[in-house]
């Protein structure tokens, strides 16, 4: 099996390398079109601030190329953030994936980021009964919506996770959740 992590400049891509690796996968981390629409799986994950994401996404044309992948796809943490439509941080358009979707900011009087351990809800999808703790690090969240495979609930319900045909999406960090995030990743290599 091919897998292609996207490298757009977002941090996070070594240590999704290296979970995968752990599963004894091989992986390269490309910008290049044609190896990314080559591999078998595609990961598309990020840490960072979304406007600078978005737009090294449009220099190198892969705003365009991600969208139509007809492959399975894995947007973590900000690469979920934007395969939404539209993201409070930076007023910034998204990839449009998730169509209807604005990711949104949590609420000032809640110690942001969201940062450490918390449980899944409600899962279903390529999650279904998985409702244990997993990593999270954001400030920024997606509402429940159509799409949601996964809830968690810091101050209010967010969506943990999405999916919408070949596109799979976690706002948390299946690559630091320990054995669970082990479970994700298979399930996500074989789904």
Known sequence: MKLVIIDYGA???????????????????????????????????????????????????????IPHLTKPVLGVCLGMQLMCDLTEEGNEKGLGIFEGVKVNRFAHELNIPHMGWNNLLDSSGFLEYISEDVYFVHSYFVPISSYTIASCHYGIEFSAALQKNNFYACQFHPEKSGK???????RFLNA
């Open 180 to 186: 669970v995030g082990e479970e994700i990743l298979n």
């Open 11 to 65: 941090g996070n891509v070594f240590s999704v390398k290296s979970a995968f690796e752990r599963l004894g996968i091989e992986v390269s981390i490309s910008s290049n079109k044609e190896e990314i629409m080559s591999a078998d799986r595609v990961v598309f994950p990020g840490v960072g601030h979304a406007s600078a994401a978005m737009e090294k996404l449009r220099t190198t044309g892969l705003d365009k190329l």
